[in-house]
Nanobody, 123 residues
Framework: QVQLVESGGGSVQAGGSLRLSCAASGDTYFKSYMGWFRQAPGKEREGVAAIDSEGSTNYADSVKGRFTISQDNTKNTLYLQMNSLKSEDTGMYYC?????????????????WGQGTQVTVSS
């Protein structure tokens, strides 16, 4: 079992920055691959970024160069630094975990999910 708790969401103007955090606890086996996903109203959930236990990262094309995923294993915390935010980045952001790599678009393959944190970007 893995428990995930996100924080750090909020409202920001376009061009601004936010840093999301995800506190993870539980079985490290299922935390070997962790990701951030988002869902806007009326849209499907989409993968934003993912990172494995060795620090290799993957990003959606829409956020490359603007978002950075990282983890602090000493604190069991996953981060998503979001810069140059756009209105289209608005949505509920979720942290998720699974064992082993998968394509970031495959949210259906992630086993554990947090409750989400809202990000609203106004233009």
């Amino acid at each position: 079992q893995v428990q995930l708790v996100e924080s750090g969401g909020g409202s920001v103007q376009a061009g601004g920055s936010l840093r999301l955090s995800c506190a993870a606890s539980g079985d490290t086996y299922f935390k070997s691959y962790m990701g951030w996903f988002r869902q806007a109203p009326g849209k499907e959930r989409e993968g934003v970024a993912a990172i494995d236990s060795e620090g290799s990262t993957n990003y959606a094309d829409s956020v490359k160069g603007r978002f950075t995923i990282s983890q602090d294993n000493t604190k069991n915390t996953l981060y998503l630094q979001m810069n140059s935010l756009k209105s289209e980045d608005t949505g509920m952001y979720y942290c998720a975990a699974r064992y082993g790599y998968c394509q970031i678009r495959r949210s259906d393959l992630f086993n554990y999910w947090g409750q989400g944190t809202q990000v609203t970007v106004s233009s």
